[in-house]
């Protein structure tokens, strides 16, 4: 009897210390296997470990910050990648995911769809502050001006604020990346889509604008680099490439150039 009774205290002293043992969160450096996968992998791997996704964020540079979740254990990621491969994975804010101690934020994000009014909920994002170390006020200053310059809205910077300035920056850079396909010009002409050859061998690069109805109209070359001027006259396109190291280090539509008509 006494055996019995030592035994079964022991097992509920064991049971006991399983329940107040804290779920470890885990941690960017615990997830780094994921660099260099695939993004559409490295979704899946990341949900299966019980993240959820919150945002993504695309920048003009062309890369892609997303912002990941996991409940059980309180813990906010970022993953950021480009061209389909997923680049680093670091640790984030609770508030970046929109999980804010002591209010409704979490309890709000779950009630909104879109982009777009997530990303105006949440305001900027640890990625779009570039490592500046706002305080509270720079912070909602940041914010506001990310908001106006995410949703177009004129630039107000009553308080001649750089964190406002820096935050409207920012929010026009992600607007203009979203819209990329977009190229400011209305109409029943749809336009080429060019932000996706960022990166491509030069060869297989001039191949693609051709086939999507491009024409060089001019070259030349400057320091190590060369410059090919691309018009596509149906959509009125004038993008100007830029080749390194025998890739497409940058792509753009320049709007006009003497050659593009």
């Not at 389909?84 to 804010?93: E, H, L």
């Amino acid at each position: 009897m006494k055996n019995r009774l030592t035994r079964s205290l022991l097992a509920a002293s064991v049971c006991g210390t399983l329940a107040a043992t804290p779920v470890l969160a885990e941690k960017a450096s615990s997830l780094t296997w994921i660099n260099g996968m695939d993004a559409a992998s490295a979704e899946r791997e990341l949900r299966n470990r019980g993240f959820k996704s919150i945002s993504s964020h695309r920048s003009s540079g062309g890369f892609v910050n997303s912002y990941w979740w996991h409940g059980g254990n309180d813990n906010c990621v970022v993953v950021e990648s480009m061209s389909g491969k997923v680049m680093t994975v670091s640790d984030a804010t609770d508030q970046d995911c929109g999980h804010h101690k002591g209010d409704g934020a979490a309890a709000a994000v779950g009630v909104v769809a879109g982009a777009a009014i997530l990303g105006a909920l949440l305001g900027g994002k640890s990625h779009h502050k570039e490592g500046r170390d706002y305080d509270r006020e720079q912070t909602a200053e940041f914010d506001r001006g990310y908001t106006d310059g995410l949703h177009g809205a004129t630039y107000h910077n009553y308080s001649r604020s750089d964190a406002y300035s820096h935050g409207y920056e920012k929010g026009v850079d992600e607007r203009e990346a979203n819209l990329g396909h977009h190229q400011r010009r209305g109409g029943y002409v749809q336009t080429a889509r060019i932000d996706d050859l960022r990166g491509a061998r030069a060869a297989g690069g001039m191949s693609e604008l051709e086939r999507r109805g491009f024409t060089q109209v001019d070259n030349f070359t400057s320091g190590n680099s060369r410059y090919s001027i691309q018009w596509k006259r149906d959509s009125r396109q004038c993008v100007q490439v830029i080749i390194d190291d025998g890739k497409f280090y940058d792509i753009r539509d320049i709007g006009q150039h003497p050659n593009c008509r």
